[in-house]
C-alpha cells in the first residue's frame, strides 16, 4: 500500500524542514532500522512551492498503514521522537487532496 499525506510548510520553517530531512539522509541506516519495526518498506518527501505557500508531499510504502501509524506513535527509536518534534514544529496542517486514480494489481 502507498500512502500520501500533504502537509503545509509553516513558511519560515521551510529551511529547518530541509535541514532534518537532509539530516535524515545522512542517518538513513537508523531510519531503515524503524523501517524493520513498523513495516515500512518505502519513504519519500517532497517540497513543494505553491500559490499558498509551501507544501511537504509525504509518500509511504507498507503492507498496513494503520499499524506502521501506530508502530511509530509508540516508536522506541529516538530518531522517530526527533522526527515528531520537528514535524510539530515545522507543519501547519494537512491539507485536503482528494485521490482522482489507484490502480495496483
Known amino acids: 500500500m502507498i500512502k500520501t499525506k500533504v502537509s503545509r510548510v509553516r513558511p519560515d520553517k521551510v529551511d529547518q524542514l530541509k535541514a532534518w530531512l537532509a539530516e535524515g539522509m545522512r542517518r538513513s541506516d537508523e531510519i531503515r532500522e524503524t ?54 514544529e515545522v507543519l501547519d496542517g494537512e491539507v485536503d487532496v482528494p485521490l482522482l486514480i489507484d490502480v495496483r494489481l
Open 35 to 88: 523501517f524493520v519495526a513498523e513495516g515500512v518498506t518505502h519513504e519519500q518527501g517532497f517540497l513543494l512551492t505553491t500559490a499558498d505557500g509551501p507544501v511537504f508531499v509525504h509518500v509511504v510504502e507498507c503492507a498496513d498503514y494503520d499499524a506502521a501509524v501506530r508502530a511509530f506513535q509508540d516508536s522506541p527509536f529516538p530518531i522517530d521522537a526527533e522526527h515528531k518534534a520537528v514535524l510539530a
